[in-house]
Structures are given as C-alpha cells and as structure tokens.
C-alpha cells in the first residue's frame, strides 16, 4: 500500500496498469477543494471582473492581489454562505501583486500554511478560487520551484514558483493548495503572459505585516527616469562598468536634482552595486536603503565623478 502526498494508491498489478486508484483519488480531490473553499472569497472591485481573495486571519484579513484593486472605489467580498460584506483596504504593494483587505465577519479560517522547503518540482498541485458565487478548482503540478527573484516593479518575492495549473479568469488571487490542503501560495497573473506565478506565503507574511503597519511598502527614491546604455569601451577601466542606466529625466524635487545628478548623466553603480538594468536599481532600492546616504558613481562628459546621494522615500 503506498501514498501519493496524501492520496491513497493500491498495490500495482503485474502486467497491467490499474485504474482501481482513480475513484478514490477523484473523491481525495473532491474532499480537499470541500474544506479549502470557506477560506477563498471572491472580490468584486473591478466593473464586470471578479476576483478572488484568500482569508488570511480569522480577524477578518483577506489577502488578494493588488492589481485587483488597483481603481478606488468600493470594496465587496463574496463569502463561501453565499453572504457579500464590504471590505476595507489596508494597504496594497504593486510591486508584489499583494493587496490586503478588513472584513467584518464571523467564523474565518485562514488554511494552514504548507511547508515551502518542502515543496518540489512535480508535486501536485490543486488551484481553488471564487470568480463568482460557488468555488472553483484546477488541478496541476509545481512546474518551477526557484530562487527568489525581483519583479518588474522592484518587489521581492522570496523564491519562485509556477504552476502549470490552468489559471482562467477570475482565479487570480486564488490559493494555491498541496494535496494536504496546505496553502503554498496566492496565484496572480501580473508577472507572465504564458505561466500561473505564485507568491508564495513567506512573501504574503512579509508584505502584508508591512501593509498592516504602514498602509503600504516603503520603496527608495532618487527621482530620475533612467535608460540602459552599453559604455564605450575605453572607458569601462575608469567607470568599472560595462554599461550604466542614463538619465532621460530628473525630478527637480528629488533627491538625484538635490545631489547634483543632471539630465544626461549615466549612474553606472549606487553604493557599490553595479547597475546593468532598471531592474538593478529598483532591486537596489528597498525600504532599508531610505533615508541612508550612498556614493553614486556617474559618468558626465567623459569624466567618472562619485556624488554622495541620499536616498529619499517613493511616495
């Protein structure tokens, strides 16, 4: 007798492949998306696109994605009993895709958490969301389990995750749940055209205790519109870079104006980091570098000057 995580199997037969397991796998199946459904909601904030949120504290916290939410006005959660309450948003982080929502409302159960270290390539995987009144569920396996990453935006996402579950309309902002019904993850569709990305729970834990505390996440500033550009070669020995990001454009107001950065300047390293894309500096600029002053390393004219530049706070 063996187990597939969690799923009872059969002794195999000689000379034959049974398929006396697959009732019994339908019904393992049928079970788990039964209890992790309470704990997924839908979130009507968008015109005629619904959402899905998952609960994430029995006070009535409900993680969903950010960019569900991204237009101002009213707020509205979908309940598994069928009831709709309106909910109160605490603070979203783009850069994530993490929203977090304040509902009013009895009897919540937040899904235990999987373990992450133990989540491998393969595992299979269930998909549960509310897009509209009833839940709904698809079934994959963990198609990439990486290192963390940057997003497009500058968020950090502590290790990468897909699945290669079908993510249709509705379910971003769903849960993503081990065959013990573990949560692993909340899936958005923000970050790829082509694969269900996960942010996975120590993420969601991270952010969202920034969101309760600040109403949002604090990004570092420099205030510049910057471009990747290659260096010409003689000039990399001075510079110690490759390539560097110019400045198209400098906030008057901001802290690179203030340091003495100018339109035209190419940043090829802040704080000793070199800077190969956008991405290296949105990377670079998280909420501990804010308020803390760093040597920029710039090149104008031909000539590499280091410029002290403190770090301001995005608003």
Do not use: C
Not at 79 to 90: M, N, P
Not at 112 to 132: E, H, M, Q, S, Y
Not at 173 to 193: K, N
Not at 287 to 296: F, I, M, R, W, Y
């Amino acid at each position: 007798m063996a187990r597939l995580r969690g799923f009872y199997l059969p002794p195999r037969k000689e000379h034959a492949m049974s398929t006396d397991f697959l009732p019994a796998l339908s019904q393992s199946l049928a079970s788990l998306v039964e209890r992790a459904s309470p704990s997924v909601v839908r979130v009507d904030a968008r015109r005629r696109r619904g959402a899905t949120g998952v609960v994430w504290s029995a006070e009535g916290h409900i993680v969903t994605t950010s960019h569900a939410v991204e237009h101002e006005g009213p707020v509205q959660v979908g309940l598994s009993d069928g009831g709709t309450v309106a909910a109160e948003l605490i603070g979203r982080d783009a850069s994530t895709d993490v929203a977090l929502l304040k509902i009013d409302a009895a009897k919540l159960s937040p899904l235990a958490l999987a373990p992450l270290d133990a989540v491998k390539v393969g595992n299979l995987v269930v998909t549960v969301a509310r897009p509209g009144r009833t839940a709904r569920a698809t079934l994959g396996m963990v198609s990439t389990h990486g290192e963390g990453w940057r997003t497009h935006a500058g968020g950090r996402v502590d290790r990468y995750l897909e699945t290669d579950a079908d993510l249709p309309p509705g379910f971003s902002g769903g849960a993503l749940v081990d065959v013990e019904g573990r949560f692993v993850g909340l899936l958005t569709a923000a970050f790829s055209r082509t694969a269900a990305v996960v942010i996975p729970h120590d993420t969601l834990t991270r952010v969202t205790a920034s969101l309760r505390e600040h109403g949002g996440i604090r990004r570092g500033y420099l205030g510049v519109g910057a471009y990747p550009v290659k260096l010409p070669q003689h000039q990399w020995a001075a510079a110690g870079a490759e390539a560097g990001l110019i400045f198209l454009s400098v906030d008057p107001d901001g802290p690179a104006h203030r340091a003495g950065l100018l339109l035209g300047d190419v940043l090829v390293s802040l704080g000793g980091q070199a800077l190969h894309g956008v991405e290296d500096l949105l990377g670079y600029l998280g909420d501990e570098k804010v308020g803390t002053s760093v040597p920029a390393r710039v090149l104008r004219a031909g000539e590499v000057r280091e410029v002290p530049i403190t770090i301001g706070k995005r608003s």
